[in-house]
């Protein structure tokens, strides 16, 4: 079926082909460094918003709460905040020693996309799709997003990206040893069992990552499946073992976890979860390709489709692998989140970015001839990308470093902050023990976690929904301070009826806020 694992056909030897084989490692390290000054500002100073916040509570509990209690009221695995703790006894937990983790991370995916070519030995053209790919990585704004994030997503999207890589280097290899001659097979055997024992121990280590790993993983091996089909009957039964045999692998990995995932997956089911499924949710995770606009995003569709076309002619093997890995976790979500329970958040899918950007950069070098036409439409791509990604540098976020430091600066003797609900003392928590004189803060109905209440919980076990009995918190509160700053965290979902507000209200006089719709404080008097 394939002569060799040059999948994409046309001249290897063309002056641009020449240039990439000649400083292939120069451009690698261009890259890298267009990547890093696109995720660095703001790295260090940007306020870290909730869900950063929670990480660097978690990651400061200890190694024996965060396996033995952590699983009981958070939905993550604890794995992310076990590597960050130790991360930050080495970096620290200020803002860029918590980021620096996801900003590694992202740019060892890019490193990794731009070596794909390289690595999967397809000729000097699939290397500059690698390095194209890796460009258009670059300047991707949920990439980059990611990278600035204190969160598991980057971290994930480097495993799953290895994965993929392996998977497409195994298929490859296997199908090249279907025509194989006898004194090859040796040496090609060894090709094969590497690239398996990698795509089992990168998604064996994803699955302990993030949950949602468990659906790319699926996406992974439908594609494998797939690759049967116009597999020669003669090596169905073999590539089919061999598929097996790396799936079992990463399922022994993950083995010791899967009791506690399925602790978690049972619990989450009790939880009333903000999310409500949207019409938007069936196509928005390609809205990370490019951007949000409908001509980026048609653009992305476009290309992508035409990538998956020209895939289907170098090597069906290949079109099929990926778009497996594209469809089946996004829609098998989407379906859960329509048909079960909502858990479709658009930013899950930014692993996608990598294998897609491949896709693309492979359409466009191979759609034409015509040197120009080819510059023209990466130029193009790489604008989009980087334009959406420097408007995403100013884009509002819940800023509780601020927030703290206009209470600390303006806070009296006597003065209280309130924080509402119980992940309100996470909001607050990490910067007020920055500031050297900060008021006494009150948490309602208590700090973080309240557990096992008799109540209704949102996103976690950890933060129950207030009551009107929550109103006594807040009462002996008002009865031995005077101002009060009140802190309130998502009060939609976790005090619907105003129950906190209505009583300070009741007591004080409404002053000022600061902030904006996603994080404010109100004084009161």
């Known amino acids: 079926m394939y002569q060799s694992l040059d999948i994409i056909p046309g001249k290897t030897q063309d002056g641009a082909a020449g240039l990439v084989a000649r400083f292939f490692w120069a451009l690698v390290a261009l890259i890298l460094a267009i990547g ?45 905040y076990t590597l960050l703790k130790l991360w930050t006894l080495v970096f620290g937990d200020s803002e860029l020693g918590l980021r620096s983790l996801s900003l590694v991370a992202s740019m060892a995916t890019i490193l990794a996309v731009a070596v794909s070519g390289r690595f999967l030995k397809a000729g000097l053209r699939a290397e500059g799709v690698g390095l194209l790919a890796a460009t258009f990585l670059a300047v991707n704004y949920a990439n980059i997003r990611d990278a600035q994030n204190a969160r598991p997503y980057a971290l994930q999207t480097f495993i799953i990206t290895v994965a993929i890589l392996a998977a497409f280097s195994l298929v490859a290899r296997l199908n090249q040893s279907a025509i194989a001659n006898e004194h090859s097979e040796g040496r090609l055997a060894d090709g094969w069992r590497t690239a398996g ?75 009333a979860f903000w999310l409500e499924p949207k019409t938007r949710d069936l196509y928005s995770a390609w809205m990370l390709l490019l951007g949000e606009s409908w001509p980026a995003f048609s653009l992305s569709l476009v290309l992508l489709g035409f990538g998956i076309f020209r895939l289907a002619r170098c090597g069906p093997v290949f079109a099929l692998l990926a778009g497996a890995i594209l469809l089946v ?20 899918f930014a692993w996608m970015v990598p294998l897609a950007s491949l896709v693309i950069a492979l359409g466009i070098l191979t759609a034409t001839n015509r040197q120009w036409l080819r510059l023209v439409l990466m130029l193009l791509v790489v604008l989009i990308s980087a334009a959406r990604s420097v408007v995403d540098i100013d884009r509002p976020i819940d800023d509780w470093k601020a927030i703290v430091a206009e209470i600390a600066r303006n806070a009296r003797p006597g003065d209280v902050v309130i924080a509402v609900p119980a992940e309100g003392s996470i909001a607050v928590g990490y910067y007020a023990a920055r500031q050297a004189h900060f008021p006494p803060v009150v948490c309602v109905p208590g700090c973080y976690p309240q557990r096992n209440l008799p109540r209704v919980y949102g996103s976690n076990f950890g933060a129950p929904k207030l009551i009107e009995a929550d109103g006594e918190i807040v009462d002996r509160a008002l009865s031995t301070h005077g101002r009060v700053w009140l802190v309130q965290v998502s009060v939609q979902l976790y005090d619907p009826k105003s129950i906190v507000r209505s009583r300070i209200a009741a007591a004080r006089t409404f002053v000022r806020y600061y902030g904006n719709s996603l994080a404010r404080v109100d004084l009161f008097e």
């Open 197 to 271: 024992l990698v795509l089992g121990l990168s998604t064996g280590c994803a699955l302990w990552i993030h949950n949602t790993s468990l659906f790319i993983a699926l996406g992974i091996w439908c594609g494998l499946g797939l690759s049967l089909i116009v597999t020669p009957a003669g090596q169905r039964l073999r590539n089919f073992a061999i598929f097996c045999a790396a799936g079992i692998l990463a399922l022994v990995i993950w083995a010791p976890y899967a009791p506690l995932f399925i602790e978690q997956s049972h619990a989450f089911s009790g939880l």
């Open 36 to 80: 890093l000054i696109f995720r660095l500002p703001g790295l260090s100073s940007r306020s870290l918003w909730i869900d950063e916040l929670y990480s660097q509570w978690f990651s400061s509990r200890s190694f024996a709460e965060l396996w033995r209690d952590v699983p009981s009221y958070e939905t993550h695995p604890p794995s992310y």
């Open 329 to 348: 976790p996004l829609y098998s979500v989407l379906m859960l989140s329509f048909a079960v329970k909502p858990i479709y958040i658009q930013r899950l």
